[in-house]
């Protein structure tokens, strides 16, 4: 026997038992069935009786559908029906499309009517199981009930979208996907070559929300992690919890800020990659000496550890976690996505640091960092108008934003653009909202000291501008409350770059002149406002101290070569001591040089910014660090 013929033997054998197997299995599903009797061997010819067995089924599945509302008859009715559909599976294409579609709809048809029944049947008042006949008074709470419902399903306005978060995707959006793509592969080229002749990472690194991990990371540690807290008023409350293997990396790092030593810090990352605190101090260092790519990537760090450490429950994209600041474990959080939010800034990607912004603002209620007066600048510059008309009115569920000065100027700046792009809806806003030119003259009359900081900071030197600020209402700079003093020096600092627009700077003119026009006439409306201010920013002292101008600036700090040295070490440094096993290295005195052989080429790449580390050849004069720092007074 050939082997071809000895193979087409043994498929038949195979498919036979197969068929023999199938058969067996659906004579037991049809024993089981109450609908289903025993039948022979498949009979083509019944193929000719098909409307005949359908007519003789259609009447029982009618008789059992009708027998009553009962919820178990309707789920066997939709078993028999289910049934004789699959009597028909084995049928012509044609009849079996047929017999599927008269099936569906008589079924859905005849299973309407018991629903429609039971649903005219319901009650609805929420008080009708009790029998109480007033039906006005079951109207206000049901009404309440509704509102409540509604409110906590609609969408909150910090909620964030994961898409935005990357800022490669605005990237994109802007410059176009080939200039990013190359700009991508030329930063590829370079890493690949710092990486020839060391490790290469085998590991994978987890994709996070935040940030976009490097290939070339270390592995996360594991060192820091998240438990649960509570749940109050509908937010779960979370808090980090730092793990025993990082207590002594922290010790080590108290010990060398204590006597400001950079190079021990630098030196924690060597066996502690993903240690916060020497991150962010590092990022800090990187920022003041003009390395603003490694400082964004240490700021990147810190944010792929502290997200990789999340609770599998936290998911603060829905704006329904806290993580409170008076924890001093959640710090770093705020602190990293603070500097995270400027660094997306510098780089153009307002809509990323909108999103970010929102995250701050969402995390904890109390704004810890400030958030509040620089969300309404990302929207603007992301064109996000009508989302910080929605924010003004959602936030917190009260309309007392527009007090602020940044809000105050911003949503009149939202409503100008609005009114550009929709022309048309326009008419029918103007009934419910104010037009943009109100707005402006609203914000000048509540907040008159910012028109003559915005003129010095913009700057704006037209005569025109000479002559408004000359006029007693926008003389003076003080406003008498050193909080609403402090809200105005951040806003200048933060928004001034948006009135170097041509449009808003007409619109402004044109309202200041409008209020100098209004108060010419009557001082009333000057008093009126003076009240309201001082009714808002009441206390005496600064409330929002705490918030630096500084950190809302849009300029980088920097710090001449001969005082990088102030930045960590501090010229009376005390005598240095042991602590937990580090020894910092005193700057005074002419340090030894350090030696690279078989050393990790970031502590190397550390430690030669530094301008007092030093790789000459002198032989045997340092010895050892160890010495050096006991020797030393």
């Not at 027998?67 to 078993?79: A, F, I, T, W, Y």
């Not at 969300?375 to 009115?393: G, M, T």
């Not at 037209?462 to 402090?486: C, M, P, Y």
Request: with cysteine; charged share 25%; net charge negative.
């Amino acid at each position: 026997m050939s082997v071809r013929l000895l193979k087409k033997v043994l498929k038949e054998q195979e498919l036979q038992q197969q068929q023999q197997q199938h058969h067996d299995e659906s004579e037991e599903e049809e024993g089981e069935s109450p609908y289903s009797g025993t039948r022979p061997a498949i009979n083509p010819f019944d193929l000719l009786n098909d409307d005949d067995v359908d007519q003789e089924n259609e009447p029982e599945i009618d008789d059992e559908m009708l027998v009553g509302n009962n919820h178990k008859q309707e789920l066997s009715g939709m078993k028999s029906m289910a049934g004789a559909i699959s009597t028909s599976n084995q049928k012509s294409k044609k009849k079996k499309k047929k017999k599927s579609k008269t099936g569906l709809s008589s079924v859905t048809n005849k299973v309407k009517e018991p629903f429609d029944d039971m649903l005219d049947t319901v009650p609805l008042d929420v008080n009708s199981s009790r029998h109480q006949p007033c039906p006005t008074k079951t109207k206000p709470e049901t009404s309440k009930l509704c509102a409540e419902f509604v409110k906590q399903c609609a969408p909150s306005a910090l909620q964030v979208d994961p898409k935005c978060l990357n800022p490669e995707n605005e990237l994109r959006r802007i410059f176009g996907s080939k200039v990013v793509k190359s700009f991508e592969k030329s930063n590829q080229a370079s890493s690949s070559r710092q990486v020839i002749g060391g490790r290469r990472g085998a590991h994978h690194t987890r994709r996070t929300i935040l940030v976009s991990p490097s290939e070339h990371w270390p592995r996360w540690d594991g060192s820091l992690s998240m438990e649960f807290l509570e749940t109050k008023d509908g937010y779960h409350h979370f808090r980090y919890v730092h793990s025993s293997s990082s207590d002594q990396a922290q010790r080590t790092f108290e010990a060398a800020k204590a006597i400001h030593d950079l190079n021990g810090i630098a030196s924690i990352l060597l066996y502690h990659p993903y240690h916060l605190d020497s991150l962010v101090t590092m990022a800090d260092y990187f920022k003041f000496v003009g390395e603003n790519q490694m400082s964004a990537d240490s700021i990147a760090k810190s944010l792929y550890a502290l997200e990789c450490a999340w609770h599998p429950t936290f998911s603060p994209l829905q704006a329904n976690c806290q993580l409170k600041i008076c924890h001093e474990t959640n710090k770093p959080l705020f602190t990293t996505l603070f500097t995270h939010m400027k660094n997306l800034d510098r780089r153009g990607c307002h809509r990323s640091a909108l999103e970010v912004c929102k995250l701050l603002l969402s995390l904890d209620l109390d704004d810890p960092m400030g958030a509040m007066f620089c969300v309404d600048y990302f929207a603007l510059r992301a064109e996000e108008y009508a989302w910080l008309e929605w924010f003004s009115e959602d936030y917190k569920s009260d309309n007392s934003l527009w007090l602020f000065p940044n809000f105050s100027y911003s949503l009149a700046i939202c409503r100008f653009y609005l009114e550009q792009e929709e022309p048309a809806k326009d008419a029918d806003t103007c009934a419910t909202k104010s037009n943009s030119a109100d707005l402006m003259k609203q914000a000048l009359m509540l907040h008159p000291s910012v028109l003559k900081k915005l003129v010095a900071k913009v700057p704006l030197k037209d005569q025109a501008w000479t002559n408004i600020i000359k006029h007693v209402f926008f003389r003076s700079e003080k406003t008498g409350s050193a909080s609403l003093d402090h809200l105005i020096n951040i806003y200048v600092e933060k928004s001034y770059i948006i009135w170097r627009l041509p449009d808003l700077q007409k619109l402004l003119r044109v309202s200041a002149l409008q209020v100098i026009e209004t108060l010419e006439h009557s001082t009333s409306d000057a008093k009126d406002w003076a009240c309201v201010r001082k009714e808002a920013f009441s206390s005496e002292n600064n409330e929002y101290g705490h918030l630096l101008v500084s950190d809302f600036s849009d300029t980088v700090p920097t710090l001449p070569p001969e005082n990088l040295q102030n930045f960590m070490v501090d010229p009376r440094m005390r005598e240095p001591e042991r602590n937990g096993g580090q020894i910092a290295n005193p700057l005074d005195g002419g340090p030894a040089p350090r030696d690279v052989a078989n050393r990790n080429a970031l502590a190397v790449l550390f430690e030669s910014m530094l301008p007092w580390v030093n790789y000459g050849g002198r032989g045997d004069e340092g010895g050892n660090e160890e010495n050096q720092v006991n020797e030393h007074e």
